[in-house]
């Protein structure tokens, strides 16, 4: 009477067992999935929290202003600034009167110019002897002129010299700065 002695291998599972094993393990991924999902959403939700942190912190100050006294400060700010702009149109229009009287005085000389020049002018005259005198006057004139002017330089150069040679008691010294020394006609 033996009895039969037990199996040291368990017996095989059923495949219902190993469906429902598969049909878990597939939740948990699903689940995993969905955990990774929340955490991604919570992550971008949150990735900012110190700024929203600070943003939330920060206190504002608003000046609630009424309309009555937006219009005060305009009307202030007008009557500020009317003086002002009323002297820049009265010296405009200063200016404009001024350069419309400059253009009548131009246009009477350009009539008065038209008109003298449409008239037949008579034909001016000087004998060759009167005008022969003058051109030896005028070189005469010139002559002394460049003469005179040659004088006052050396002059000039003299009392420079004597300045710097003279020192602080010379002729140059007692002199008016600025002055230039200059020749009469004699």
């Not at 110019?113 to 003058?134: H, I, T």
């Amino acid at each position: 009477m033996s009895r039969a002695r037990p199996s040291m291998y368990p017996t095989p599972t059923s495949a219902s067992h190993w469906t429902a094993l598969e049909a878990c393990a597939q939740g948990l991924h699903a689940c995993g999935g969905n955990l990774q999902g929340a955490v991604n959403v919570l992550e971008q939700g949150t990735f900012d929290l110190p700024r929203l942190a600070g943003i939330i912190q920060s206190r504002r100050m608003f000046d609630v202003v009424t309309e009555k006294d937006i219009f005060e400060s305009q009307r202030a700010l007008a009557n500020e600034m009317a003086p002002e702009i009323e002297g820049y149109i009265a010296r405009a229009e200063d200016g404009l009167e001024e350069l419309k009287q400059r253009e009548r005085a131009l246009q009477s000389k350009l009539e008065k110019r038209s008109q003298a020049a449409s008239r037949p002018q008579a034909p001016v005259s000087v004998a060759q002897s009167a005008l022969d005198a003058l051109e030896k006057e005028l070189a005469t004139l010139r002559n002394r002129k460049n003469r005179l002017g040659r004088e006052v330089d050396l002059l000039e150069e003299k009392a420079a010299r004597g300045g710097a040679a003279a020192g602080a008691g010379g002729p140059a010294a007692r002199s008016r700065p600025g002055v230039k020394v200059g020749i009469g006609r004699r």
